[in-house]
């Protein structure tokens, strides 16, 4: 029951000023959001990808109100992208977005989102890689999906975020299971309304089998965004019974969460992807994690009155 309690403190602004200068946020923020700068964030990447991991960046941020501040976060991927070029990944280290980040929400922010994310996705294609737009809630996704498929006339490998908990995710699995198409498909992370989305684990974790059977048995390549262990049993199933090889579909995880399971599935011979976030701006992302599993936040708690 805490989860959408703290998931409403996520959107609430006293909430991020009281919970961004305690004085212990910093040491438990680090688990999951390992740096706040491209210098900080390097050496991360060398050490992922040295344990046969591959990588999903994130500037985290979201929520911007100015212009000024999505030419920033657009900027800012700029920056993360000319710094990886010399390490000549490719795609083994591709990028994260939030639309929201990239001026979405503000007046006339359909296009203005799509301004600010096509020279990301340009310069990400130029080194090679590229990247995938995050779902956030549910209002925000006829937009996302939208800008998607405008990126992917000129970049076919653009990707795309469906959440299992939200009504239509059935029908836009359907959609995206076509040839070329990248579709992660995770959960869902955002406090939802019992209009547009299931409430209950379960239903959950069924929508997301019947999807992911969709996804496994289409043409795309599907991305299977979870830390579920019943979840990935089921997946390395399904992608048996659809005749997939192992590089026809990847797993992607969270950094900071359940990292033995990264290396026991890479060690495996899958494709194993870590979701790994950095920058300053990290109050939504790191109380979505807290809501996912109330003991993160009952540690947090902790550290609080133990200093
Ligand atoms: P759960 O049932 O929540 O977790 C399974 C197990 O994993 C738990 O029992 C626990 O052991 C562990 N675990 C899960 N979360 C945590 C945590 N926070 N801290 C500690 N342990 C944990 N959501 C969106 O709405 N939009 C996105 O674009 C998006 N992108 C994502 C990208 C990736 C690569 C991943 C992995 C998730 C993403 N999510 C996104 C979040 C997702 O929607 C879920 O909220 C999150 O993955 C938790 O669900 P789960 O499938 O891991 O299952």
Redesign the pocket.
Known sequence: MLGPVILAASRSDRMRRLISAAPVTKQVVDR?IPGETVDEILPIVRELTDNGLEL?MDVVGEDITTPEQAEAARDAYLELIDRLKPLGLGERAEM?V?LSMFGQALSGGHELALANVRPVVEAAAEIGTTVTL???DHTTLDSMFAIHEELRKDFPRTGC?I?AYLFRTEEDARRLAAAGSRV?L?????KEPAEVAYQQ?HEIDKA?VRILRTLMEGEGYPMI?????R?IAIAQELARTAGRKLDEYEF???Y???GDEHLRLAAEGHRM?V?TAYGTDWYGYFM???A??P??LRFFARSMITK
């Open positions: 999951f999903t994260s939030k995050d779902a956030e975020v959440q992660r995770v959960k869902g992370a955002y684990r997301y965004g979870s830390h579920d262990p979840l992607q995880m969270l900071g969460i359940r992807r979701y979505r994690r807290l996912e599993k003991a993160n």
